[in-house]
């Protein structure tokens, strides 16, 4: 079973240290000590609570989709030629960059500062994690 640091699951969720402390004081997140005496969090209840308390922003565009990974966010960066547009996202503490005709871009109307979707949909997607196995 994985521990977490608090820094660390503070980190994974996009909350400061202080917030998960609170979180633990308040008794909406268990916590215990590991050998060295520091607080810790069990891997699984982070993964509950960050499942449980998700509040993702609301989908401005209201449409159906078969794609479960709608990212909603804010566009930063638009840089286009004359064929192909570099879109860059800020979806919470996620940077997402797409690749689409300068046609499209301009047709959406993506510039930063406007709020768009990133959908992802794909067949293949990797997960790493750090230190290979465990």
Do not use: Y
Not at 44 to 60: Q, S, V, Y
Not at 80 to 106: H, I, N, R, W
Not at 127 to 133: A, L
């Amino acid at each position: 079973m994985s521990s977490i640091r608090i820094k660390d699951a503070a980190a994974l969720l996009g909350v400061s240290d202080d917030t998960v402390r609170r979180w633990i004081d308040g008794g909406s997140l268990a916590a215990s000590k590991d050998e060295s005496g520091r607080k810790v969090i069990d891997g699984k209840a982070l993964a509950d609570f960050a499942r449980e308390h998700a509040t993702p922003p609301p989908d401005p565009l209201g449409v159906g989709s078969s794609a479960r990974n709608r990212l909603v966010g804010l566009v930063t960066k638009v840089t286009a030629d004359k064929v192909m547009a570099e879109v860059q996202m800020q979806c919470g503490p996620f940077t997402v960059v797409s690749l689409m005709s300068s046609e499209s871009a301009a047709e959406l109307g993506l510039e930063p500062g406007k709020v768009a979707v990133a959908v992802v949909k794909a067949t293949t997607v990797i997960v790493e994690t750090p230190g290979g196995m465990s």
